[in-house]
């Protein structure tokens, strides 16, 4: 089976612009979550999709969004980029929500804002 | 909400000798789930640990789960250059839709 595959694997961005990340979780799982990653605040957990909904989200600004479309892959997007969301942005999919439920992460975007 | 620590945040340990890190939480765990991150990789999944005071070993790791289920434990006998990497143990309450939370990392140097 293929694993978790994000797209780009490296973006540039100044301030003020915006990004959309792509997600593509391994076959046949259907929950994607999403993380970011910075030195200072290790993994800090984003939004969890399932079956195309929104079932949890972490304490970000709402200038972070995400959706899940009908196939499982997901997408995030960060409008209006500030310096401080330069990290890697890491996604994870897994079979299902539970909590024994294994997440399979991606190799990660990694964002750079100027 | 869901806080989980882990001691020590930063470990440097000369080749050979042994390594542990803890995760601590601050309420009983349904479970527990450790995932290592070599350096400039992602997190991949190591184990799970469900009983209380259930231990499981891979080789050289040997995980452990607390009587009391609140904290969890990951030794490493005789270090390797491999075993490089920072160690997160992730939690997530059992019931509903629950985010995981990720503890805050143990990274591991290892001097050849």
């Known amino acids: 089976k293929a694993g978790v595959t994000q797209t780009p694997r490296y973006l540039i961005k100044t301030r003020g612009q915006q990004v959309t990340l792509s997600c593509s979780p391994i076959?046949?799982?259907?929950?994607v979550s999403w993380y970011q990653q910075t030195p200072g605040q290790g993994l800090q957990f984003l939004f969890e999709y399932f079956s195309e909904t929104q079932r949890n989200k972490g304490n970000f600004p709402g200038r972070f969004s995400g959706r899940q479309f009908s196939n499982s892959r997901s997408e995030m997007n960060v409008s209006t980029l500030e310096l401080g969301d330069s990290a890697l942005y890491l996604c994870?999919?897994?079979?299902?929500?539970?909590?024994?439920?294994?997440?399979?992460f991606g190799p990660g975007t990694r964002l750079t804002v100027l | 909400g869901q806080q989980v620590m882990q001691i020590p945040q930063y470990q440097h340990v000369q080749e050979g000798e042994d390594f542990t890190t803890y995760c601590n939480s601050s309420t009983t765990l349904s479970n527990i789930q450790w995932y290592k991150q070599r350096p400039g990789g992602h997190p991949v999944f190591l184990i799970q640990?469900?009983?209380?005071?259930e231990v499981k070993k891979q080789k050289r790791l040997t995980f452990q789960f607390g009587e009391a289920k609140k904290n969890s434990s990951l030794h490493i006998t005789a270090t390797q250059t491999t075993d490089v990497g920072t160690y997160f143990c992730?939690?997530?309450?059992?019931?509903?839709?629950?985010?995981?939370?990720f503890g805050t990392g143990t990274k591991l140097q290892v001097i050849p």
């Open positions: 076959s046949g799982h259907r929950s």
């Open positions: 992730a939690v997530k309450d059992s019931g509903g839709y629950q985010k995981v939370t």
């Open positions: 994870a999919s897994s079979l299902g929500w539970t909590s024994t439920d294994t997440q399979y």
């Open positions: 640990l469900v009983k209380s005071g």
